[in-house]
């Protein structure tokens, strides 16, 4: 549901997050439900003014229990100093909000209930969302440390994978708890959240990836000059396992091998880019190059 703009972003509540306020509500709970809410909003707003100060455009920011998902125009998770930092801002805005708290509280500005549970939800955002799994705001730091090592798809689909099964694990505590007469919806409601985006997260991988490879492509035309990363390829070797092991802010060329470790070929980044949108990821690179060589001799 839309609620209204924030510096220009659109903010969307998640219903389901709608029935987590109301639970709080009809138990009693209004005000720490009020809380709860504005604390997500405020560990959002801090990753959307760092990510609009990085040059990046926020469309929208839709808000869940523990924390939100943004949907940025443009490669958030293909810059990976970009994305820590912005990653980052959410826990620390929390951990400034703790301070400045405890100061209203010794100066006798809030409740002294509220000011702790405000303490207690700011404390447990922080540190619920430095777990390294997709998407909480340790999982895009975890991505964006691997993705310089194994290519930014690759990261994603590990990242994302260790999200679903943290909100397995939660869902599994909510139930053994309800099992001993310690039913906590709460749980069961973060974890059904935490995997659904995680599998949202991972499904998205594959359109963010190659909206990358694309602009990476025009980028190379536009500058000139882009640091290059050479990769070795057997002839069986398809485009989808190539593709993982690209890594960001770098252009590729494969160089493909026989056998008998003989060069058959120089495949360029551009070129695979334009194969798995003619042929999918399912095509060999051999099959690639034999077709580059044929053009090359008709020409």
């Not at 470790?261 to 690179?285: C, F, K, Q, R, Y």
């Amino acid at each position: 549901m839309k609620v209204g703009k924030l510096f220009g972003v659109q903010l969307i509540i998640n219903p389901y997050f709608l029935i987590l306020i109301f639970l709080f509500s009809i138990i009693g709970l209004l005000p720490q439900a009020l809380i709860l809410f504005g604390v997500v909003i405020l560990h959002e707003l801090a990753h959307v003014l760092v990510a609009i100060g990085s040059g990046l455009n926020i469309k929208s920011v839709e808000l869940l229990p523990f924390g939100g998902v943004a949907r940025v125009e443009g490669l958030l998770g293909t810059n990976p100093e970009v994305e820590i930092k912005v990653a980052l801002a959410g826990p620390i805005n929390n951990l400034i909000l703790i301070g400045l708290a405890y100061a209203f509280y010794r100066y006798n500005i809030w409740q002294e209930e509220l000011t702790f549970f405000f303490i207690r939800c700011n404390f447990i955002m922080a540190l619920f969302n430095l777990i390294p799994a997709l998407p909480l705001d340790g999982g895009r730091i975890y991505r964006a440390k691997l993705s310089a090592r194994m290519g930014f798809r690759r990261a994603t689909e590990l990242a994302a994978n260790l999200g679903k099964l943290i909100g397995i694990i939660l869902g599994i505590i909510g139930m053994v708890g309800f099992y001993f007469s310690y039913f906590n919806i709460i749980i069961i409601i973060i974890a059904f959240f935490l995997y659904q985006a995680a599998k949202k997260e991972k499904g998205m991988a594959a359109y963010i990836f190659l909206r990358y490879l694309t602009r990476k492509k025009e980028e190379l035309h536009l500058k000139g000059v882009l640091v290059g990363e050479q990769l070795v390829a057997e002839p069986s070797t398809t485009l989808n396992e190539v593709l993982r092991l690209i890594v960001p802010q770098k252009y590729c060329t494969l160089l493909v091998l026989d056998n008998q470790s003989n060069i058959m070929g120089v495949l360029t980044e551009g070129i695979l880019i334009d194969a798995l949108l003619d042929h999918g990821g399912n095509l060999p690179v051999s099959q690639l190059l034999k077709e580059k060589n044929g053009e090359n001799c008709r020409n």
